[in-house]
């Protein structure tokens, strides 16, 4: 049996076991739950347009789906977004036929619905090898306008971001199972953080909150992301405008390709004071040592 604390914690029983001996005890794990996320126009007799389904932690949803949007380009800014409403879950997650929370997004009538469903959203399928290659040319053009060389940042403040990030993760205190993305300065600290089961979430929520407050693109800050780095963690930072990504963990091939197009500097497994810098080293301010 399970019970939720919140929306964000359930507690639930388990066997905990030590050496050969078990015992019966109780232990406290992230949320999931499904999000249904529909888009419509103003006074629009139609039906909305669903765009599927995600899986995440409850809480901060609105943030999600402004994030989401962004990062897929569906909209270009928040003054594309008239109004965000919410139903909550029918049923219990054990029951056949229950309905996901769902989040109903009102568009500017300028924005085409027909389009958006030619987009990418809500599938996370592999890309082919051309579909890599045409992703990486789009990431390209996102990232044209970003400055080369700025801002700079020291290698100690890349090393510190990660305990930066795991101080201010609440939940993750309480259930060692959420990836955490923060919007840091360059002196590390971070202005925005949120909390997800999923490492896209976590991004899509920090974004989506610094939209709410009229702070993207971020041109001065770092995404810190608390996982690995796939593709779709350097197009996301992209669309945020920051100056690079920093790992705790690696990068794929796809995201290197994709952020050295960008040109934007990706560092990963940010670990013990020791760092790797696989594009935008310009932006780092080390010595060389050969």
């Not at 769902?102 to 619905?113: E, K, W």
Request: glycine share 8%.
């Amino acid at each position: 049996m399970s019970a939720r604390i919140d929306d964000r914690v359930v507690v639930t029983a388990i066997n905990r076991v030590t050496g050969a001996s078990a015992s019966t005890d109780q232990d406290l794990v992230a949320a999931e739950a499904p999000l249904e996320i529909l888009l419509a126009h103003p006074s629009s007799t139609a039906a909305p347009r669903s765009l599927g389904v995600t899986m995440r932690t409850p809480g901060d949803d609105k943030d999600l789906v402004l994030g989401f949007l962004l990062c897929e380009q569906v909209i270009i800014g928040a003054s594309d977004v008239i109004d965000v409403t919410f139903d909550t879950e029918s049923g219990r997650v054990d029951e056949d036929g229950a309905q996901p929370a769902r989040a109903r997004v009102t568009l500017a009538a300028s924005i085409d619905l027909d389009a958006v469903a030619h987009t990418r959203v809500l599938d996370r399928s592999s890309a082919c090898g051309l579909c890599g290659r045409l992703a990486v040319q789009a990431v390209r053009v996102a990232g044209g306008g970003r400055a080369t060389d700025m801002p700079r940042i020291d290698p100690a403040v890349v090393a510190a971001m990660p305990d930066q990030l795991r101080q201010r993760q609440a939940v993750f205190a309480e259930t060692g199972g959420l990836h955490a993305a923060a919007l840091c300065d360059s002196q590390g600290l971070p202005w925005m953080l949120r909390e997800d089961v999923g490492r896209h979430n976590a991004v899509d929520k920090v974004i989506g909150a610094a939209m709410a407050i009229s702070r993207m693109p971020a041109i001065d800050s770092w995404l810190v992301v608390s996982g690995r780095v796939a593709f779709e963690i350097v197009q996301k930072a992209c669309a945020a405008g920051v100056a690079g990504v920093i790992a705790v963990g690696a990068p794929s091939s796809l995201a290197v390709d994709a952020a050295r197009a960008a040109g934007l500097t990706l560092v990963g497994f940010v670990r013990d004071g020791r760092f790797n810098i696989y594009s935008g080293r310009q932006r780092i301010a080390t010595t060389n040592s050969n």
